[in-house]
Nanobody
Framework: HVQLVESGGGLVQPGGSLRLSCAASGRTFINFAMGWFRQAPGKEREFVAAIREISDTKYYTDSVKARFTIARDNAKSTVYLQMNSLKPEDTAVYYC???????????????WGEGTQVTVSS
């Protein structure tokens, strides 16, 4: 079993930045793909970014490319999501997820955090 705890959410103005963190425990972190998903009010949860196990290959949804960066620190068992140039449409609850292998299919991810709220508003 893997436990995930997100932090770093909050209120930010359009154009601002936030860095989300997700601390993992319970299994060998390097063996897991790590992902970030988000759910906006009234919408389904969607894939945002992921970083593969071992190879660190990164994936992003088109709407966040060039603005968001995912990174992992295996020594700290932590994955980060640096979010720059934030837009009101980025407002959502952001969830950290872990899985043995990378997939864009939300239903296939085995472990989830509780989520952290990100609100982009002036």
């Amino acid at each position: 079993h893997v436990q995930l705890v997100e932090s770093g959410g909050g209120l930010v103005q359009p154009g601002g930045s936030l860095r989300l963190s997700c601390a993992a425990s319970g299994r060998t972190f390097i063996n897991f793909a790590m992902g970030w998903f988000r759910q906006a009010p009234g919408k389904e949860r969607e894939f945002v970014a992921a970083i593969r196990e071992i190879s660190d290959t990164k994936y992003y949804t088109d709407s966040v490319k060039a603005r968001f960066t995912i990174a992992r620190d295996n020594a700290k068992s932590t994955v980060y999501l640096q979010m720059n140039s934030l837009k009101p449409e980025d407002t959502a609850v952001y969830y950290c997820a872990a899985n043995r292998v990378f997939t864009r299919l939300e239903d296939a991810w085995d472990y989830w955090g509780e989520g952290t709220q990100v609100t982009v508003s002036s």
